[in-house]
């Protein structure tokens, strides 16, 4: 066995120290430690992915991505990472080249879905080592049934691609990109998170993982939201119960100035509140809280998960200038996930 290979192997070792599970569906899962170890063993395929490619470490393994909405950053660094590591990825789109799918027990199946989820995912199961789902609600801002389905009916493991609440690997490569801005980690660095406008009311999955990899990370978290557009007030206190063991704080707050003002990083989203009614109106009147050079200004870096709006959730000066990071934040997928496969599969 190659020096590599060795490493890689302690790396996952020491994940499965503190991680035994196989299901990443929220982000909370692997814990404060489990979570520090998953992102040893990224920055280890970060800086060996050619290397670790010709190793084939996950030949013979399959997974499954199933998504139910449209992808360009998920989707190919989820084909990339499998690729990479010796494993075959298998392209699914929800209802389009695939049965249009039940979720609701005991209901007649008299309409458009010819297949229920009380097949489909054990059926997927068989195939595949790993199960990888993207679905955003449909119907009500926090509606979490697609994944939750799949958790309750899938006998492989699971990874959440994004759903209503949660965005878990964005929440990884959101925590891999704060650790390389604080020079290896962001223990007790401040971190602002902040509301910005968008026409549609989004789904909370991205703030809530931003909040989540913060936590998790032991940050100084400023959260900033005009009134109405609140973080969802019970995943915020789960995610706090995690600050004692971390040494994070979370600081709610209307002034997305003084949330930005020397902070590491500037995290700009927008997001839909509790009521989705006049929702474009009142964006209307908020444009005062997009992220611009003037609020950069004592700030570090900009981050966003992308796809972003310009010059509506942050100005074009921002995302073309210095401060901007979102390219790499978005390439710090691939060594997330890959982690997560060989956590589970190597
Ligand atoms: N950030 C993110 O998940 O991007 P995609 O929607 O393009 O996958």
């Known amino acids: 066995m190659s020096t590599l290979e060795s490493r890689l192997h302690s790396a996952v070792a020491r994940v499965r120290e503190n991680w035994r599970g196989t299901r990443l569906i929220d982000g909370l899962e692997p814990g404060p430690a489990g979570t520090a170890a998953l992102l040893d063993l990224a920055r280890i395929y970060r800086a060996n992915r050619l290397e ?4 084939r470490l996950l030949s013979g393994r399959a997974v499954a991505g199933l998504f139910f909405d449209p992808s360009l950053r998920t989707h190919t660094s989820m084909e990339v990472a499998t690729g ?74 699971l990874m959440n691609l994004e759903s209503a609440l949660s965005h878990p690997c964005q929440g990884l490569a959101d925590q891999l990109t704060l ?65 004692r063991d971390t040494g994070a704080s979370i600081t709610l707050t209307r002034d997305p100035d003084a949330a930005a003002d020397g902070a590491l990083a500037v ?50 000066g921002v995302l073309d200038g210095p401060q901007s990071r979102v390219v790499p934040q978005a390439a710090n997928r691939e060594p997330v ?5 060989l956590s589970w599969m190597l």
Request: charged letters at 20%.
């Open 179 to 243: 650790c390389d801005l604080g020079g290896g980690d962001f223990k007790r660095r401040k971190v602002c998170l902040t509301w910005a406008p968008h026409p549609k009311p989004l789904p909370q999955a991205v703030p809530l993982s931003v909040v989540r990899a913060a936590v998790l990370g032991g940050a100084d978290l400023h959260i900033a939201n005009p009134e109405g557009y609140d973080l969802d007030g019970h995943e915020l206190e789960r995610a706090r119960s995690f600050c």
């Open 337 to 341: 996930q890959a982690a997560v496969l």
């Open 52 to 55: 670790i490619g010709r190793m």
């Open 267 to 316: 995290y700009g989203k927008g997001w839909g509140g509790d009521d989705h009614e006049g929702h474009a109106e009142r964006v209307a009147g908020l444009s005062h809280w997009t992220v611009t050079e003037a609020r950069m200004a004592k700030a570090t870096a900009f981050l966003h998960c992308l796809p972003v709006r310009r010059n509506v959730i942050v100005t074009d």
């Open 84 to 157: 990479r590591l010796g494993a075959h990825f298998v392209y699914l789109q929800g209802g389009q080249g695939t049965w249009g799918m039940e979720f609701e027990d005991g209901v007649v199946m008299n309409g458009a879905a010819a297949e229920h989820i009380r097949e489909a995912a054990p059926v997927l199961s068989t195939y595949a080592d790993v199960l990888a789902v993207r679905a955003f609600p449909k119907g009500p801002n926090r509606d979490e049934t697609v994944i939750r389905g799949f958790a309750a009916h899938a006998g492989a493991p």
